[in-house]
DNA sequence: ATGAAAGCGCTAACAA
DNA sequence: TTGTTAGCGCTTTCAT
């Protein structure tokens, strides 16, 4: 509508009090006469009047950005999750989140972050997708920074992974509880953080109710092709297994369509259990594949929740560690084995 | 490191030059001697100085911030390309990208909206993931904007949009070129600007050879569920067709599950062409999907080089529309039809 | 080719 | 409770 931008003078001049007194008004901070505040208010709506947060943020050492680094952000979509639920968690308080994604490029990495820093964040949240232990750059030690994913014991950030170690249990058990004795556990050849922990939660589940441990790796990744592979191995030298705990829900559809060529039924003959609660794989399966959901979203809101927290003290506060207990999400991939 | 961050004037002292004269020479702005500018990014490096972009961006009036609206974007798969190539593009010119999703709601979109421009991004991308005309909202008027899977008529903005009509020709005459006649369309009952261009193009290429379109519809959404619904229709009602075109790689995968139920073998018995390209899905499934790529992450990249068009001419150019030619990419799931 | 000075639009001290 | 005055760290005139 009108050409010029509206700017604090115009709201005072029209409210007819200083700019001081409506920066007070505004932002809630000094002591205003609630009449003034209320007209300052009136009028700034009025006038459509919105701060630019380029100057208060000059000004205040507070820009209300958080820049959120991920390896890479949009190849895999459990990414999307952690970003929505720190944008979210963003939006509630006002701050606006910056992404960028380094592909896994060291270099490509630090200078992204090199922009984001000049871009004064006020915090950084580090996410993996691999939640393996990364060793983070240097430029975090200047700045509030928060970990998703992964952690690092070289700096002082607090940060959050799933518990991998429970997830192995909790899949495990779910299917001992349905009458399993001979349940396989499908992973990756590749040790890792989220592979390990799962590995040893079924060993640990097997082991208390005195089954033996069947575990079959695939070097070709957590893919449903990888899932076929390891599919294969496991109907030539177990094929008296009853149920399968799968590392991923991708590779629980590989483990499917392997079944399915060699007239298995899922859960008649085989129950899967499989991890991520992807919703493009695990609720499109056929039959709808119980697992163990990731919490992405609420890891993203968790790392806006402490950035505010060190935010708001003067002395940062200590750092929290959190290993998130994950659920499970019953479909119908689960049976008791049959006669 | 050092306590204190350093600033144009600690570069200033350290080379011995007035402020203005680091400005010029790090923008490569005004004049400056080659041996002067020489010293000045020496003495920058050294001190490891990087401006402060919001100082920077309040004087000059850019910011450097491109804000990316998305009505969901990280609910699909989709988006993330779209961001991802945004994402590159921008910082292939060092701008960065805040993305902000509304959910598909209006207000928060609003208020989303007042953020970003709160924040003096440059410029806005308006992506919708639904590819259907949308209403602008009224603050777009105000800034540079680009469209992205959307058009909207009543604003001069350049946007871009997949192809729909030559994605449904492209698929139908590449089942029509493997010897196929009795070829089915399965799609979503709702109406768009995704699924109507498929449809049309489906006609089209059925019709110039002279094969009768045979469409199938669900109500339910294109999902794995929808798609299993519509296969179910499409046996009931056509046993004969060889050949089938899914409004998309998930419908696909229900068409997939209800063929194998029935023994109907993919691609021997029947051969499918999905849409997206969706790694997950299409490259998941056995055999391998034959699909039509979506442009996501390109429509991100374009949307940045018109952006970038935009702000480099003081007077606006002339909006851009481009509708992108979809590629068909080839895996399994097409075979010439048996004897 | 270089520098001095003015301000971008706001908030934080400080005064009144 | 309100207003005055300094800047925040840079880029941009405009001199020199």
């Known amino acids: 509508m009108s050409g010029k931008r509206v700017g604090i003078t115009d709201v005072a001049a029209a409210a007819g009090v200083s700019i001081t007194t409506v920066s007070h008004a505004l932002s809630g901070q000094g002591k205003v006469n609630d009449r003034t505040r209320q007209r300052v208010i009136d009028v700034a709506a009025e006038l459509g009047y919105a701060p630019n947060r380029l100057a208060s943020g000059l000004r205040s050492k507070r820009t209300g950005i958080i820049g959120l680094v991920s390896d890479e952000v949009a190849t895999t979509p459990f990414a999307g999750r952690i970003v929505l ?18 592909g896994g490029d060291r270099l490509i990495e630090q200078r992204q972050l090199a922009s984001l820093l000049a871009q004064q964040v006020d915090a950084i949240v580090y996410a993996t997708m691999s939640h393996r232990p990364s060793s983070l750059p240097t430029a975090l030690r200047t700045i ?52 390990d ?7 640990a589940a097997m082991e208390e109710h005195g089954h033996s441990p069947i575990i079959v790796s695939t070097p070709e990744g957590a893919t449903a092709v990888g899932g ?86 003067e002395d940062p506060p200590p750092a929290v560690h959190e ?7 019953e479909r119908d991939s689960v049976a008791r084995p049959r006669g």
């Open 323 to 329: 290993r998130y207990r994950c659920e499970l999400i």
């Open 85 to 102: 639920g720190a944008q979210e968690a963003a939006s509630d308080r006002g701050w606006l989140v910056v992404v960028v994604n380094s």
């Open 144 to 195: 509030p920074t928060v970990l998703v994913n992964t952690h690092d014991e070289s700096i002082d950030a607090s940060w959050i992974v799933p518990d991998s170690f429970t997830i192995g249990t909790d899949a495990t058990r779910h299917l001992i509880e349905h009458g399993h004795e001979r349940i396989a556990h499908l992973t990756i050849a590749e040790s890792g953080l989220g592979r």
């Open 197 to 203: 922990g799962r590995v040893a939660g079924y060993r």
């Open 228 to 313: 076929r592979e390891a599919a294969e191995q496991l109907f030539e030298r177990h094929p008296d297994v009853t149920a399968a705990f799968c590392f991923n829900d991708q590779m629980a559809m590989g483990l499917y369509q392997v079944a399915a060529l060699r007239g298995v039924q899922v859960p008649d003959d085989l129950s899967v259990v499989g991890v991520d609660n992807l919703d493009l794989v695990a609720a499109a399966l056929l039959p709808g594949l119980t697992t163990v959901a990731l919490p992405h979203y609420e890891m993203g809101r968790w790392a806006i929740d402490q950035v505010a927290r060190l935010l708001e003290h």
